[in-house]
């Protein structure tokens, strides 16, 4: 009995300083996409086709870092945001829906 809590003493101190360390990687749900990371031309409007290549190409760069993008399947899709239905999102369809976004996003469970 003594030696098993002595081992499980053990145990505890030398694993407490490791998770005594800070994560490098960031935590929270990071900064959100600007107007410009969709807008692959530059030409002040966002076609569909834009809007999938930004939003896969976010995706797949928060999956390497290791960091999921919490409430995907409940975000919009791009007929969704396009609110006048005239094929393409304008700056303030794309703002409108990233505040809409911002107060329904999951915050990370705290620590």
């Known amino acids: 009995m ?3 809590c002595l081992a499980s ?3 505890l101190f030398i694993a407490l300083p490791a998770a005594a360390q800070p994560s490098t990687r960031p935590m929270g749900p990071g900064p959100m996409p600007v107007f410009a990371d969709f807008d692959g031309n530059g030409d002040g409007r966002i076609t569909e086709q834009e809007f999938i290549d930004a939003r896969s190409k976010r995706i797949a760069e928060r999956a390497t870092e290791g960091r999921a993008m919490r409430g995907l ?3 919009a ?3 969704e945001i396009d609110t006048n239905s005239d094929g393409g999102l304008s ?3 794309f703002d409108a829906n990233q505040s809409r976004h911002i107060q329904n996003r ?3 469970p705290a620590r």
């Open 77 to 79: 899709d791009f007929k």
């Open 106 to 108: 999951p915050m990370p």
């Open 2 to 4: 003594k030696l098993s």
């Open 91 to 93: 700056r303030e369809e």
């Open 9 to 11: 003493l053990a145990a």
């Open 73 to 75: 399947s409940q975000a």
